[in-house]
Antibody
Framework: QVQLVESGGGVVQPGRSLRLSCAAS????????MHWVRQAPGKGLEWVAV????????YYADSVKGRFTISRDNSKNTLYLQMNSLRAEDTAVYYC???????????WGQGTLVTVSS | SYELTQPPSVSVSPGQTARITCSGD??????AYWYQQKPGQAPVLVIY???ERPSGIPERFSGSSSGTTVTLTISGVQAEDEADYYC????????????FGGGTKLTVL
């Protein structure tokens, strides 16, 4: 049974940093690409970033490029999202998700809420 | 940038058929995927590769594709199908970005 558990969310001031984590279990973590997707309160889904199974390739949405960094530690079965220079518009529930196959997201965590506010 | 367009809302009575569309210029070249999201829950994949149904998803969910439009069809809608539905695809220009439609709220009257 695939399980993805996000953590690290909270309230942070604009301009500050935060690191999210996603602990994975129930599958061979080192064999799958992983994503971060976010959802602002009352809004739709927005893809944020993806990392390949071995961490060698990373791609980002334009809205976070240069501020957010996706990474992974396959020895710890954990995915990360380092978020710098946070803005009010980054306020959202952040989900981690496992590649379901080329082009889509198969399994999702329950999300962690990030609130950027002074 | 690449966009996918969905109607904001669709309403149907129980037992009727709901059709939710998603339009995008790259859809003739890229597969589309559909996710269901109920309030307070994470999204769940209900259709992949335009028309394939994952195991555990009821047969009343189906998908189709025609040109720049893909359609999620729910036959014999049940009250439990009330949810937000999102289409998703990939930018085919080689920039490796995943794109979601704006979402459609399905209301079961």
């Amino acid at each position: 049974q695939v399980q993805l558990v996000e953590s690290g969310g909270g309230v942070v001031q604009p301009g500050r940093s935060l690191r999210l984590s996603c602990a994975a279990s129930g599958f061979t973590f080192s064999s799958y690409g992983m994503h971060w997707v976010r959802q602002a309160p009352g809004k739709g889904l927005e893809w944020v970033a993806v990392i390949s199974y071995d961490g060698s390739n990373k791609y980002y949405a334009d809205s976070v490029k240069g501020r957010f960094t996706i990474s992974r530690d396959n020895s710890k079965n954990t995915l990360y999202l380092q978020m710098n220079s946070l803005r009010a518009e980054d306020t959202a529930v952040y989900y981690c998700a496992k590649d379901g196959g080329p082009g889509y997201l198969g399994s999702w965590g329950q999300g962690t809420l990030v609130t950027v506010s002074s | 940038s690449y966009e996918l367009t969905q109607p904001p809302s669709v309403s149907v009575s129980p037992g009727q058929t709901a059709r939710i569309t998603c339009s995008g210029d790259a859809l003739p070249k890229q597969y589309a995927y559909w996710y269901q999201q109920k309030p307070g829950q994470a999204p769940v994949l209900v259709i992949y590769k335009d028309s394939e149904r994952p195991s555990g998803i009821p047969e009343r969910f189906s998908g189709s594709s025609s040109g720049t439009t893909v359609t999620l069809t729910i036959s014999g809608v049940q009250a439990e199908d009330e949810a937000d539905y999102y289409c998703q695809s990939a930018d085919s220009s080689g920039t490796y970005v995943w794109v979601f439609g704006g979402g459609t709220k399905l209301t079961v009257l």
